[in-house]
């Protein structure tokens, strides 16, 4: 990387400038960047040019892109819901549009509304004009694709206006991601980053300031365009953005519109994570409604309220927080199955009745044929993904894996949510190679997701008492880290029953939440009670259903940065799933067409499909069906 002054493209409307508004003042990066303004998609040309060495260009553009691109992380245009300046506008409703004008100044808006098109089943010709000429030529059956600023003035005009971003999150259940920062892999300087986020934390802080200086040129009042930069516009590539802007990619893939499926790949995370906010020695009452709104808790806080905060108390404040987060009265399942493609293993954990140690008369490795049956099973039910899981068979290398999952893909629609970090570091250690050399190869071969086996507590003490084979908390979170930052989400779990403190418990939490406000990758959070029937290992600790409630709730007040929360019920049962739902959690699990570990220790709860609705619904939600990245599946 030379010492030239890095150039900047950055899109012209007024959304954008909270992201610039620090590099626009001089206030950070003086000296260091090169700044100017265009709209959307000849930003995204600049790059493909040369003519600029980052851009903030539309996710689209990062999509169709010829070479390997890398997103800023932290940072995008975002809406989680109505946007206000993504328009189709017409004379006539959608259905009786024969022709769509498409804005050319954003390539993401235009595959937007061909993919929302066509889930409303239908496929009107498209035309594409250019930015400052579409108002004029909707008419008639002629509607068109308007985006940025004019969208103020032109949605007074036409009898009807469809907000696509409102249109995508009703029928997605996810944020859409609109644009973001993105160049080539090596076009970023250490440092670089930490001054873009410093820039949008600098604008986030003057929007009020920005609103006025737009509203007054434009002759629009000074309300609509604050609420348009604090309501509309998010600015955060959180959790759910990333798995919004996943879905998008992968929708306009499907139909025809991208063509090799891209991954969101990024650029290092050079920022602190976020502090919680100093306070003057709040009550436990204090605390609870502090984190209710969303405040942080610090980990003595945290660790505060797993002692001492009654169940009913956390049980409230998890409730309200789940309903800030999830407002419209919805919770998702899914249908998947999984997998244990072997039982060999070398790990040995002390807690785990599944395993058998190589060369045991009870190991078994699935065979293909067996695989295929299980898998056309899968698909007959209504499932969408496998998760894919087993011991560390040290006769079962990487190739085995490739083979496998490519097999898979090749031959079931079905999603690969597989390998547990343990899993991936041993291959490693078999293969000699890098963490992410391997992470790399499994998802050419068809890796989708990760799941977050193996975390049990992630306390070094406490792994080397349990499971002293295992991986370490370190290996653990740099497996998780290396493939996030490859594009791969993950979730997150907790055992807990081994004896553990408050301290240790928040300390989990504590490291998980530090890792996604670096990468933002982790899609949930599971946790469960140690299944103890059976095993080597004895009970160290309550395991009950009201200490299940509590871990529950405590997670969603202290994981700020998590979108979403599972319930257990196969492990704790269908009713206690249905308390969870008012507890914190947002998601019903799984339909789980197939389970075996925790079989093994006892626990054998089963529920279909129509039976997890229906627990739902008396829960008091409405039951949505997703997928693992919590977009809804219609």
């Known amino acids: 990387m030379s010492a030239r002054r890095l150039r900047l493209a950055a899109v012209s409307f007024l959304n954008a400038r909270p992201i610039t508004h620090g590099i626009e003042r001089g206030l950070v990066g003086k000296g260091r960047f090169e700044l100017w303004f265009d709209l959307p998609a000849r930003c995204a040309e600049a790059v493909a040019e040369g003519e600029a060495d980052l851009a903030l260009m539309p996710v689209a553009s990062y999509a169709a892109a010829r070479g390997e691109l890398r997103l800023v992380p932290g940072i995008a245009i975002a809406s989680r819901g109505p946007v206000r300046t993504v328009l189709l506008l017409g004379d006539v409703p959608w259905e009786e549009m024969e022709t769509i004008v498409l804005d050319a100044a954003s390539r993401t808006s235009q595959v937007l509304v061909q993919i929302l098109g066509r889930a409303r089943g239908l496929a009107p010709r498209c035309e594409s004009a250019e930015h400052d000429r579409i108002v004029d030529l909707v008419r008639g059956r002629r509607g068109g694709l308007l985006i940025g600023d004019a969208c103020f003035a032109a ?160 049980g409230q404040a998890a409730d309200a927080r789940r309903g800030h987060l999830h407002p419209h009265g919805v919770a998702t399942y899914i249908i998947d199955r999984n997998i244990n493609y072997t039982n060999a293993c070398t790990t040995a954990c002390h807690f785990c009745n599944f395993h058998r140690s190589p060369g045991d008369a009870r190991v078994y490795v699935l065979g293909e044929d067996e695989l295929a049956a299980k898998l056309r099973e899968t698909v007959d039910l209504g499932g969408l993904q496998v998760l894919f899981q087993g011991g560390v068979n040290p006769d079962l290398g990487l190739t085995y894996f490739e083979d496998l999952f490519r097999f898979m893909k090749s031959s ?127 009970l160290q600790g309550d395991t009950s259903a009201t200490r299940y409630l509590r871990m529950l709730a405590l997670a969603r007040l202290y994981l700020d940065n998590f979108p979403n929360l599972q319930v257990s019920w196969v492990t704790m049962g269908p009713a206690v799933g249905q308390v969870g739902l008012r507890f914190g959690g947002n998601d019903f699990g799984s339909a789980m067409i197939e389970e075996n570990v925790v079989a093994q220790a006892g626990a054998v709860f089963k529920l279909s499909a129509s039976e997890i609705e229906a627990c739902i619904r008396w829960a008091g939600f409405s039951p949505r069906r997703r997928n693992m990245r919590y977009e809804w599946i219609e």
């Open 155 to 314: 949605s007074r005009r036409f009898a009807h206006v469809y907000d696509l971003g409102a249109e995508w999150t009703a029928r997605v259940g996810l944020p859409f991601v609109y644009a973001a920062w993105a160049g080539r892999p090596d076009a970023l300087a250490p440092g670089d980053v930490a001054l873009l986020q410093e820039s949008l934390a600098l604008g986030l802080a003057e929007r009020e300031a920005i609103a006025r200086g737009f509203a007054e040129p434009n002759r629009i009042d000074i309300e609509t365009s604050l609420r348009y930069l604090t309501r509309n516009i998010h600015y955060e590539l959180g959790a759910s953005e990333l798995c919004g802007a996943a879905a998008f990619v992968e929708r306009g893939h499907q139909v025809g519109l991208f063509g090799e499926k891209p991954a969101l790949r990024f650029y290092a995370n050079e920022a602190r994570p976020r502090p919680a906010a100093a306070r003057l020695s709040p009550s436990l009452d204090g605390l609870l409604s502090e984190a209710a709104a969303g405040r942080r808790l610090s980990f003595d806080e945290g660790v505060a309220l797993c002692a001492s905060a009654s169940l009913h108390d956390l």
């Open 412 to 538: 079931f629609p079905l999603a690969i949510h597989g390998l547990s970090p343990e899993e991936i570091r041993r291959l490693a250690e078999r293969e000699d190679l890098s963490i992410p050399a391997v992470i790399e190869r499994l998802v050419a071969a068809g890796l989708d997701s990760i799941p977050g086996g193996g975390a049990e507590i992630l306390d070094d003490e406490i792994r080397r008492r349990i499971s002293p084979r295992k991986c370490s908390v370190g290996t653990w979170l740099e497996v998780m880290r290396e493939a996030h930052r490859l594009g791969l989400r993950s979730t997150a779990t907790m055992v807990f029953g081994f004896g553990e403190e408050p301290r240790h418990v928040v300390g989990h939490l504590d490291k998980l939440r530090v890792l996604q406000d670096e990468t933002a990758g982790f899609t949930a959070f599971i946790c469960w009670s140690f299944q103890a029937e059976g095993s080597r290992l004895p």
